[in-house]
């Protein structure tokens, strides 16, 4: 087998480009040096605090940080980052390494996420690349869609009893003694149904804004938090736009009240009641607000079916967190691309 030589690496960087690579767009359009100094904060000591500076160099806050994106935008673990980016020559260029360059490993990839989840730092990360998108004209715009939607997590195969002593905030008698299985339960998620059906996990509530279909907030809780109970963390005053959009789920007199004193206007859907279905009137009010409703459902879909799914393979509501705020932001980096191409010069 030949040598692979400079020009052999050009030429096959040149026939991705071709085939319009996703990752260089993505690349050119987040202003990745602006993340840093948070990322730094949490990965890196002061230098007054460094007993030495022997030893191997730690990966650049920016690599681990594309890592991350990466494993968002494919739902990959930690083990397919580490042997994607060594095989794929579109996410080495991505991540800005050469051939010769030190790939992370599965484990550093794992504890740079841990820290950023035990920091609690995906939410300022989202804050500071929505910041970025309103410098470049795509503001929150026509008023705000609320939903939720399920997030798997492997299940736990619990007794009734232990189950129940999660269920009250307890740990059950018998994982005190046994610690390996205990790190092995999350107790932060929990069951519900939908549609019939029964799913264990957690819930992303999102706030996606009408005009762009960018998430602009969001939410990370247990599976059985009702939709509604999110609210008072989505609505937000910056949209240019007063109406909000959302599904029968929010429809109350509570949630009336809240956005009136927002001075908010709802165009929550109605829905019927035991013995008093709903009017004609009432389900064409219905068919028209779901032509907005309905764009919040393209980010699920895309989350769902262009960008891996959406299974969390860690374990409590803090990894969770991390995982999915990661999952929205690497969304919105997507959507800027698509943005980008079909108006260049936002109003």
Same mark, same amino acid.
């Given at each position: ?14 026939? =991705? ?60 673990? &930690? ?15 991505? =991540? ?14 794992? =504890? ?12 300022? =990360? ?47 008698? &018998? ?10 339960? &999350? ?80 165009? $929550? ?45 860690? $374990? ?32």
């Amino acid at each position: 087998m030949a040598q692979m030589g400079f020009f052999d690496l050009s030429d096959r960087y040149a026939s =991705l480009d071709a085939k319009c690579d996703p990752l260089v767009k993505i690349d050119a359009v987040v202003p990745w040096e602006e993340f840093r100094p948070t990322l730094e904060q949490v990965w890196r000591k002061p230098d007054a605090e460094r007993k030495s500076r022997a030893g191997r160099k730690p990966i650049d806050a920016i690599v681990i940080f594309k890592a991350l994106v990466l494993s968002a935008l494919y739902n990959l673990s &930690d083990d397919q980052i580490e042997y994607q980016v060594r095989d794929r020559l579109s996410f080495m260029r991505f =991540l800005g390494l050469g051939l010769e360059d030190r790939v992370p490993d599965a484990k550093t990839v794992w =504890l740079y996420r841990e820290g950023l989840a035990q920091a609690g730092l995906a939410e300022e =990360l989202f804050r500071q690349f929505d910041g970025h998108l309103a410098r470049q004209g795509y503001i929150a715009r026509g008023g705000q869609i609320l939903d939720a939607s399920i997030v798997a997590v492997p299940r736990n195969h619990n007794t009734r009893e232990e189950n129940r002593a999660i269920k009250n905030g307890e740990v059950p008698e &018998d994982w005190a003694d046994k610690p390996a299985k205990r790190s092995q339960k &999350d107790v932060d998620a929990r069951w519900t149904k939908k549609h019939g059906k029964s799913h264990y996990g957690y819930k992303n509530h999102v706030n996606v804004d009408r005009k762009h279909k960018l998430v602009r907030r969001w939410h990370v809780s247990n599976a059985a938090l009702h939709d509604s109970q999110a609210v008072d963390h989505l609505l937000m005053r910056g949209n240019t736009g007063a109406g909000v959009w959302a599904d029968a789920a929010y429809r109350s007199e509570e949630m009336e009240g809240k956005l009136r004193n927002r001075k908010l206007k709802s165009h $929550i859907h109605r829905k019927g009641k035991r013995g008093k279905p709903l009017t004609e009137q009432a389900k064409g009010s219905n068919r028209t607000k779901s032509k907005v409703r309905v764009r919040v459902e393209h980010v699920f879909g895309a989350q769902t079916n262009d960008m891996g799914g959406t299974l969390v393979r860690t $374990i409590g509501i803090a990894r969770a967190k991390a995982r999915i705020g990661m999952k929205n932001l690497a969304y919105n980096m997507r959507r800027l691309v698509q943005l980008r191409r079909i108006n260049p010069c936002p109003a």
